[in-house]
């Protein structure tokens, strides 16, 4: 069926066309599309116009490429949030129905990096507390998560269970996060990270980078959590002014 119908570029047709076929099912989750020359011919456009259409599809996680194998549809993210959101990842976990859980990996106090200082506004002489841990759902790792705290907030000897370590600063000591400054950008396999989280070697991350600050304008907790694409979404919500 041919999709030259509306004004638009041909490649913006072809992103709609497919993810509507997606949507109602024509092709599932997990399935390979026709090739490119089949998919081409059926929709009546050029070869270079359909992977342009699925090299988006591709950047948009809808569709995943296999070298050598095939390009496939994405598995639909088991959790969605909107970035404006200031959520933790327990909540998310748990507003999917799922269990939280936590594999810690470790718990250093190390002297600040100059990015430390300039970001927490602190001197050398003071300490840091990084906590590097792998979050799960139903026991299925899905984050690796980073984060850094002053030492003079949290130090680096506590107890730490399952909970959201928002939840924790808040209880431990009562510095409770208002609002935070994020930063997400996607990444492929990572050397390090990857196998912390079982992906294959085509799954991509989600970078997420967030300064979290307490009422009092104060930085309290910088994080770097690492999502997997196929796992987690995010959104945002924009208003015209």
């Given at each position: 069926?041919?999709?030259?119908?509306?004004?638009?570029?041909?490649?913006?047709?072809?992103?709609?066309?497919?993810?509507?076929?997606?949507?109602?099912?024509?092709?599932?989750?997990?399935?390979?599309?026709?090739?490119?020359?089949?998919?081409?011919?059926?929709?009546?456009?050029?070869?270079?116009?359909?992977?342009?259409?699925?090299?988006?599809?591709?950047?948009?996680?809808?569709i995943i490429r296999r070298h050598g194998v095939g390009t496939f549809v994405n598995?639909?993210?088991?959790?969605?949030?909107?970035?404006?959101?200031?959520?933790?990842?327990?909540?998310?976990?748990?507003?999917?129905?799922?269990?939280?859980?936590?594999?810690?990996?470790?718990?250093?106090?190390?002297?600040?990096?100059?990015?430390?200082?300039?970001?927490?506004?602190?001197?050398?002489?003071?300490?840091?507390?990084?906590?590097?841990?792998?979050r799960t759902a139903n026991g299925e790792p899905v984050v690796y998560c980073l984060?850094?705290?002053?030492?003079?907030?949290?130090?680096?000897?506590?107890?730490?269970?399952?909970?959201?370590?928002?939840?924790?600063?808040?209880?431990?000591?009562?510095?409770?996060?208002?609002?935070?400054?994020?930063?997400?950008?996607?990444?492929?396999?990572?050397?390090?990270?990857?196998?912390?989280?079982?992906?294959?070697?085509?799954?991509?991350?989600?970078?997420?980078?967030?300064?979290?600050?307490?009422?009092?304008?104060?930085?309290?907790?910088?994080?770097?959590?690492?999502?997997?694409?196929?796992?987690?979404?995010?959104?945002?919500?924009?208003?015209?002014?």
């Amino acid at each position: 069926m041919s999709i030259k119908s509306d004004n638009r570029h041909l490649y913006l047709q072809v992103i709609d066309h497919l993810k509507q076929d997606i949507q109602e099912g024509v092709y599932k989750e997990r399935e390979k599309l026709p090739s490119e020359f089949d998919l081409a011919k059926q929709l009546g456009v050029s070869r270079a116009t359909l992977r342009e259409a699925l090299r988006i599809l591709e950047e948009e996680n809808v569709i995943i490429r296999r070298h050598g194998v095939g390009t496939f549809v994405n598995a639909k993210p088991l959790f969605s949030s909107g970035i404006e959101q200031l959520n933790s990842v327990t909540a998310m976990i748990e507003q999917a129905g799922m269990k939280p859980g936590t594999i810690f990996l470790n718990s250093t106090t190390t002297g600040p990096t100059e990015e430390d200082i300039r970001r927490f506004s602190c001197s050398i002489d003071d300490e840091i507390t990084l906590i590097e841990r792998v979050r799960t759902a139903n026991g299925e790792p899905v984050v690796y998560c980073l984060d850094k705290i002053p030492g003079t907030i949290l130090s680096g000897d506590f107890s730490y269970g399952d909970e959201s370590l928002l939840h924790l600063l808040e209880v431990k000591s009562n510095r409770k996060v208002t609002y935070a400054v994020a930063q997400i950008e996607p990444i492929g396999y990572h050397e390090k990270i990857s196998p912390f989280l079982e992906c294959e070697p085509e799954t991509a991350l989600l970078v997420l980078k967030q300064m979290h600050f307490d009422e009092n304008d104060e930085p309290i907790l910088y994080s770097v959590n690492y999502f997997k694409a196929d796992k987690f979404s995010f959104h945002v919500l924009r208003k015209r002014v």
